[in-house]
Structure formats: C-alpha cells, structure tokens
T-cell receptor
C-alpha cells in the first residue's frame, strides 16, 4: 500500500540556517505530493504541492521538487525564521482509487533566535 | 469563511469510559474525514463521509469506534469503551468536492486515556 517516510525530528536550527526535511514515498501510479504544516494550536494547512514528476512546489520561501527517480519530495528553505517553528507533514494522494491522502509521521522544526 | 471546528480540544478520561468528539466542517463541504495521530507516529486515516454516507471506513480500528454524520452537517466520533491505546490526537478535515481537492483540517481533539 501507499506510505510516506519522513526523517525523525525534532530538527533544531538557528535563525537564518538552511533547512532540509527529507520525505520519500511508496505508491502505485503517479501520486500527487504535498507538504502540510501545523503551527502550535492550529490545524494542518497546506504549504505546497506538486502533481507530476519534476514539478516544484513553493510557498513562503519553502520549496520541494517531485523526484520520481528517487521517489522523494524533500522540503527545503534557504533561511528559516523563528516563526517557521511547527510540525511539517509530507503526504501523497494516489492517482487511482480512493482519494484518501496518506500522511507521514511529521517532523517537528524548532528554530531558535 | 469559518474553518473546521473540533470539540473538545482536549479530553482526559479513564479506561472504560466513553468520549464523543465533534467536528463541524466548513459549510458546504460534502466530504468529511477523520484521521488519528498517535504520539510521534503517522496521521492515520479513519473514515470518510460524503454528506451523511460513509464512503470509506476502512481505517476504523475496531467496533469501539462509531462515527456519525447526521444530516450531512457536523460529525461525531464516539469511543466506547475507551482503551489506553486510543490516546492520540483526532483530526477532522473537510473538502468541497473530494478527489484531489486539498483538505482543510481542524486543530484536532487530543484524547488522553488513563
């Protein structure tokens, strides 16, 4: 079945550091890929998405590129801010079937001033 | 537009007791989903409503869990009797047309079973 594997957290960085959160997936067909973010006390919200191979999703300085050859969708940001502290979830939606998104375990990011 | 609202935000109960979680989706969203996240693990799918009908309940762990969506509006998820392993955060999400539409999530209901 479909699955998403994320790097274990927490990831702790200083402000303005470079961020990478790894995500790899297993799915049949050609899934759409997503990153959701959950800020403290709030629900998950979509951060970015990519629907086909080599697409790059971007938002708020974050980027992720859909790599079919490595089945990966790593999240990156060049310079993190304290306000980026949150839990980040990688997810996929299979191209055929139930349209139920599959999520990873989430990676907590803590950014210190 | 009001978001997805979940109640309660946190519930602490003893093993064997009953808890009912409520989700109010965004008005007009026919699709409603329940997910659960056990501490540090994946957000796992529980079930999916389209209006008042259960479209997919393959993720429901066992018959101690009962979900309803009367009238296709709000939904409740009842756990009876609760067990220790039911502890976690229960998320509700809704979407307008299902399919590849992005889900809008509530803030979650944290359940602690002692």
């Amino acid at each position: 079945g479909d699955s998403v594997t994320q790097m274990e957290g927490p990831v702790t960085l200083s402000e303005e550091a470079f961020l990478t959160i790894n995500c790899t997936y297993t799915a049949t067909g050609y899934p759409s890929l997503f990153w959701y973010v959950q800020y403290p006390g709030e629900g998950l919200q979509l951060l970015l998405k990519a629907t086909k191979a080599d697409d790059k999703g971007s938002n708020k300085g974050f980027e992720a590129t859909y790599r079919k050859e490595t089945t990966s969708f790593h999240l990156e940001k060049g310079s993190v801010q304290v306000s980026d502290s949150a839990v980040y979830f990688c997810a996929l939606l299979s191209s055929g079937g139930s349209y139920i998104p599959t999520f990873g375990r989430g990676t907590s990011l803590i950014v210190h001033p | 537009e009001a978001g997805v609202t979940q109640f309660p935000s946190h519930s602490v109960i003893e093993k064997g007791q009953t808890v009912t979680l409520r989700c109010d989706p965004i008005s007009g969203h026919d699709n409603l989903y329940w997910y659960r996240r056990v501490m540090g693990k994946e957000i796992k799918f529980l079930l999916h409503f389209v209006k008042e009908s259960k479209q997919d309940e393959s993720g429901m762990p066992n018959n101690r869990f009962l979900a309803e969506r009367t009238g296709g509006t709000y939904s409740t998820l009842k756990v009876q009797p609760a067990e220790l392993e039911d502890s976690g955060v229960y998320f509700c999400a809704s979407s307008q047309n299902g399919g590849a539409n992005v889900l809008t999530f509530g803030a979650g209901s944290r359940l602690t079973v002692l």
